[in-house]
């Protein structure tokens, strides 16, 4: 695990923030099925392997990190030797004592060292200190990365929304409760 500073976000780390490539491979989409039957609705996900590797792209503008900086309440970047290396964008949901993520981005030659992680333990971390009670954390049904980085850190499948997204993908969400 590299050695990481974790700090809350400043507006000068804001270019380095923009220019992390949100975008990702995956060979793996949770597929969503949902069949009603009379007054039942069943919804079931389950693991698809693709035909083919996938790259992806975040279904938000690319203007939504800068709105969300507007709006910060906690925006935490980890950096190695002063280079910003990802960051995490928590908001506070409807749900009373939730936090939210929406954003959280890794530079992609760092990815899988553990940079994600760190930035999660901060997030919870910070959470707990303003009484938050619940973490969220969202992304698409087709970020089968992000899914396994959920499960890995110990949140657990809870939801997901329909067309959430502005290209009309299905958000997952996978949350964790504090203690």
Request: glycine share 6%.
């Amino acid at each position: 695990m590299p050695q990481l500073n974790v700090r809350p976000a400043q507006s000068a780390d804001l270019p380095a923030i923009l220019a992390i490539d949100p975008t990702y491979s995956t060979d793996y989409v949770w597929q969503m099925e949902a069949r009603e039957e009379g007054p039942t609705t069943q919804v079931t996900f389950r693991n698809v392997r693709l035909p083919r590797s996938v790259r992806v792209s975040l279904p938000r503008d690319p203007q939504h990190l800068q709105e969300a900086w507007s709006q910060r309440v906690c925006f935490l970047v980890a950096e190695e030797g002063g280079q910003v290396q990802g960051y995490l964008h928590l908001t506070l949901a409807a749900v009373p004592a939730t936090g939210w993520i929406a954003d959280l981005g890794v530079v992609q030659r760092v990815r899988r060292t553990g940079v994600g992680t760190v930035l999660l333990a901060s997030a919870v971390q910070w959470a707990r200190a303003n009484n938050l009670q619940r973490l969220v954390l969202e992304m698409q049904s087709k970020n089968y990365p992000a899914i396994c980085f959920a499960q890995k850190n110990g949140l657990t499948f809870c939801g997901y929304n329909d067309r959430y997204y502005p290209n009309q993908d299905v958000a997952l969400y996978f949350a964790a409760t504090l203690k």
